[in-house]
C-alpha cells in the first residue's frame, strides 16, 4: 500500500493557502498512485495541543476544546471543497490517538530513554522550545523569528536524542531515510551534529500548560506538542491498535512512502526528532519514512503572517474562481521543493490561457467538429500522414514525462508535459484545418481522422490531467462518452481508447473564462 501523510495543522485559525497546497498535493500524489494501479492511504489531521491553541483561544476567550472542535470543523469542510480526498484523519485529542502516544511514552520510560532533570534557559513561546546561544542572530540577540523570549526554569522529562545521533547520520547518509528534494539533505546533515549534544524536552509541567496527553509516569506533566503530534503517522495509522479497532493495519501501511511537509518543520522535527524516536521505539533504519519537502507560499517575496495582514483564504478563492482554479494554480505554480509567489493575476492567467483557451478550445473542437461533420462519430486513426505520426508520438513522449514527473513528485513539471501535447494539438488542428477540408466532399475521411487524433489525445490528457483536476477530467469523460475510461490505469494509456465507430457526446465548456471583473479579491 501506498502510504502518504502530510503535516497536521494547527487549528488555531483558519486554513491558509499553505496548509491548502500541502493537502491538494498529497490529493495529487495519492490519486496518482491509484491511477497507477496501486492501492494507496492518504492520512492528514489537526495538531490540537499545545500553547499555540491555548493562546489563541484565550486571546479569542473561549474554551481550548470549544475552539479546537469549532477551528477543525473548517478543516474539514475546506478539505471537502477543495476536493481532498483523506482515508485517515487525525485529531490528537482522539482517544486512540492518546493511548498511542502513552503506550509509547510508558515503553520508553521502561527503556531508559527518558529521564528527568531540572534545566534553566531562554523559551520562545512561539516556537514552544527552548533556546541555546546557537539560535541568538550576529547581534547576540533572539531575534524576531523566535517571538516572545522569556527566562524559565523547571524540572521536565527528556527523550535521550543524543544516543541516536550516530545512527540518524549513517541512515540519512545512506539515504535509508530518504528526502527529496536532495538539495535538503545537506541542511539535516549539518543540524544533526548539533542535535548530537543536547536531548529533547518532551513535557511541559502541566500547572503551566494542562492542554496535552498526560504522562503515564507522571500525571504533573503532559506530553510537548511535537512529540505528541508526530506519533500521528503512526498512531492514526494502526500502531499498537486495540483489538476489534477500526484502524487500518498497521504491517500494511508502514513504513510511509511520503511524508510531505513543509521546509520549516523539516529540521529538527521531522528529519531528526522523528527517526529518532521511531529508532528508540524499536523501528530500523529500513523502516524509515520518505520526506518529501516543499517551499513556502510567499506574498510578494514576504512571508504570509497574520502580523501583515497578508494571509490568503483559500475558501474565498474557491468561491470566486473555482475549486479547479485554485488546484491548478496550486500545483502549476511552484517547482519541487522551491519557495512561491503567490499571484491572483497569475491564477487567473494561467486558468485562463492554459485550461480556458488551449485544453478547453482543443476539447471544444474537438468534440464539436466530430459531432458538427462526423456525426459524433470516431474513425480509425491507423493513419501514416507524417502530422499524424508525430501527434502520437508527440502524446506518447507526453505521457512519459508525465509519469517520470508525476513518479518524482513533480507536479509542475507533468502539467507543463500535459500543456506541451495540449499545444501540439492545437497546431495540428490549425495546421490541418478540419473545418475548411470539410467543405470538400472527399476530404470527409480525413476530417474525421484529424478530429479523432485530437478527441484521442483528449481522453488521454483527461486521465492525465484526473489526479489534478478531477471533477474536470470526469466532465471530459462525459462529453467523449466514455466514463469508463476512469478505471483505466497509467499503463493502460495506449493508443485507440476511443476506437472506430465510438459515438462521443456534446461538447460543453468545462474550464469557463474567468472573467476580468472577477479578479478582484
Ligand atoms: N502542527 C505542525 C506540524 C505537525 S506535523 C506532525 C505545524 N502546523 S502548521 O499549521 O504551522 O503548518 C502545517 C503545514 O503547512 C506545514 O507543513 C507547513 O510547512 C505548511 N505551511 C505553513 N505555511 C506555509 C506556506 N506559506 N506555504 C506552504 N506551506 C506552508 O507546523
Known sequence: MFFVTTAIDYPNGKPHIGHAYEKILADVLTRY??????????????????????????????????????????????????????????????????????????????????????????????????????????????????????????????????????????????????????????????????????????????????????????????????????????????????GGSDLPDFEELWPADLQIIGKDILVPAHAIYWPCMLHAMGFEAKEMPTLLVHGFWNIRGDKMSKSLGNIVDPDELSDKFGTAALRYYLCRDINSGKDSDFDIERLVMLFNTELANDLGNLLNRSINMTKGFCNSTISATDTNDEGDIALRKSLASCTAAYKTAMDN??????????????????????????????????????????LSHTAESCAHLALMLRPILPEAADKIFGQLKKEALKDLTIDQLSWGLLTAGHQTGKPKPVFPRIQAEEKEV
Not at 515503553?107 to 529521564?115: I, P, R, V
Not at 533572539?142 to 541516536?164: A, C, I, M, Q, T
Not at 478540419?434 to 467543405?439: G, N, T
Request: hydrophobic content about 35%; some cysteine.
Open 33 to 242: 498512485r491509484r491511477f497507477r494501479g496501486e492501492e494507496a492511504y492518504f492520512l492528514t489531521g489537526v495538531d490540537q495541543h499545545g500553547q499555540k491553541m491555548v493562546k489563541t483561544a484565550e486571546a479569542e476567550g473561549v474554551n481550548v476544546a470549544t475552539l479546537t472542535k469549532r477551528n477543525t470543523k473548517g478543516f474539514i469542510k475546506l478539505w471537502d471543497k477543495l476536493d481532498v480526498r483523506y482515508d485517515g484523519w487525525a485529531e490528537t485529542t482522539d482517544d486512540r490517538h492518546k493511548a498511542c502516544v502513552q503506550a509509547i511514552l510508558t515503553e520508553l520510560e521502561a527503556k531508559g530513554s527518558l529521564y528527568k532533570k531540572s534545566y534553566a534557559g531562554f523559551y520562545s513561546v512561539r516556537q514552544e522550545q527552548y533556546l541555546t546561544d546557537r539560535d541568538r542572530n550576529e547581534e547576540g540577540e533572539f531575534g524576531p523569528e523566535w517571538g516572545e523570549v522569556e527566562e524559565r526554569e523547571e524540572e521536565n522529562w527528556y527523550f535521550k536524542l543524543s544516543d541516536h545521533a550516530v545512527w540518524l547520520k549513517s541512515t540519512i547518509e545512506n539515504d535509508a531515510l530518504k528526502i527529496i528534494p536532495t538539495f535538503r539533505k545537506s541542511e539535516v546533515l549539518n543540524a544533526i551534529e548539533r542535535a548530537g549534544e543536547t536531548d529533547l524536552c518532551i513535557s511541559r509541567p502541566k500547572e503551566r500548560m494542562s492542554w496535552g496527553i498526560p504522562l503515564p509516569f507522571d500525571p504533573d506533566f503532559v506530553t510537548y506538542v511535537w512529540f505528541d503530534a508526530l506519533i500521528n503517522y503512526i498512531s492514526l495509522a494502526g500502531y499498537k491498535k486495540p
Open 409 to 450: 513528485c513533480e507536479v509542475s513539471i507533468a502539467l507543463q508535459a500535459i500543456n506541451d501535447h495540449v499545444t501540439h494539438c492545437n497546431g495540428y488542428l490549425e495546421r490541418n484545418k478540419p473545418w475548411e477540408m470539410k467543405k470538400d466532399e472527399s476530404k470527409m475521411k480525413r476530417v474525421g481522422e484529424v
